[in-house]
């Protein structure tokens, strides 16, 4: 499995992305995963 460091991620959207998956009952990593799996599915 690959590690990714995001650096310089804009603290309103960590915060955000962090409460919407607290919402959705995943982690910040699942709603990350799931987020670039549904954009690229649209894009093929």
Known sequence: MTIINIKEFPDDL????KAK???EGISLKALIIKAITE???KKK
């Not at 960590?14 to 992305?17: D, E």
């Open 14 to 17: 960590h915060r955000k992305a």
């Open 39 to 41: 954009y690229l599915k």
């Open 21 to 23: 998956a607290a919402l």
